[in-house]
């Protein structure tokens, strides 16, 4: 149903039919379900009273499984068995360093909340704002590692990507 959507959309859809497109756009989709899992994780683990830094650590990790899921079966199409060094270790290793940015990000957020006072929803705001700005950065740079190294999947050039989600 997704697939349909976009195909059909006038701007969009043309690219879309291709591989190339269909993989960048199925790419930032991902993030349309990992960002918010993320942010809510990030989110609950700040209202229950953990550090801002932990809270990144924590809430990121809980995005991280939609991630690879649709990462690796919908963007990618890839159906074989999951390998565990080749692939789940790797991600896993790519996310932690895009965590461990986020960490750094978020306590500087949260230090600089602190020293101004700042709190409330507005504190809550600024560091969502911050674990979101901290990924973005790195989101480009993980696509092409996932293209070229993690996923890489050998399709003939009019193969379609995968099955479409719906």
Known sequence: MVDRVLEALPVIGPWYRTAEGRKKLRYAMVSVVAVPVGTAGVLFFNVVGFAA????????????????????????????KNRLLGEVLPFWII??????????????????????????????????????????????GKYILFNKVLFVVRHHPDDRAGAGLG
Do not use: M
């Open 53 to 80: 830094g932990w809270s990144a650590v924590l809430g990121n990790s809980c995005g991280a499984v939609p991630s690879y899921l649709l990462n690796r079966y919908w963007v990618w199409g890839k159906n074989d």
């Open 95 to 140: 996310t932690l360093v895009g965590i461990g940015f986020s960490f750094v990000v978020a306590h500087e957020a949260g230090q600089v909340t602190r020293h101004h006072g700042i709190t409330g929803a507005l504190r809550l705001l600024i560091l969502l704002l911050a674990n979101i700005a901290g990924f973005g950065v790195l989101w480009v």
